[in-house]
């Protein structure tokens, strides 16, 4: 019913940028947060940005002052500014968006595919 497709991955070198993009389309009545978080083999999928509906924001530390979410919510769009890129950043970065669609009256999560970010050094 909601799929979220996703785009901006690359590679890079360390301190250059990169802008992720997210678009959530589908039976959509309304969309709550919406994220990006990121994995890198053998660890846990992280938390790295996420903006709710009305404009609140939360970086983890590690990003904080380079990485800049964002989003169009006529859209249902959301965006990731990454500035100053180190290689320690390198992970498949996912989007989620915290949706209801109009059979529901809940709100669920829904994953993007993925995209791959690489920083070399």
Not at 7 to 33: T, Y
Not at 63 to 84: E, H
Request: positive net charge.
């Amino acid at each position: 019913q909601v799929q979220l497709g996703e785009s901006g991955g690359g590679l890079v070198q360390a301190g250059g940028s990169l802008r992720l993009s997210c678009a959530a389309s589908g039976s959509i009545h309304s969309v709550n947060a919406m994220g990006w978080y990121r994995q890198v083999p053998g660890k846990q999928r992280e938390l790295v940005a996420i903006i709710t509906s009305g404009g609140s924001i939360n970086y983890v530390d590690s990003v904080k002052g380079r990485f800049t979410i964002s989003r169009a919510n006529a859209k249902n769009t959301v965006y990731l500014q990454m500035n100053s890129l180190k290689p320690e950043d390198t992970a498949v970065y996912y989007c989620n968006a915290n949706v209801r669609v109009w059979t529901s009256l809940r709100y669920a999560d829904y994953w993007g595919q993925g995209t791959q970010v690489t920083v070399s050094s």
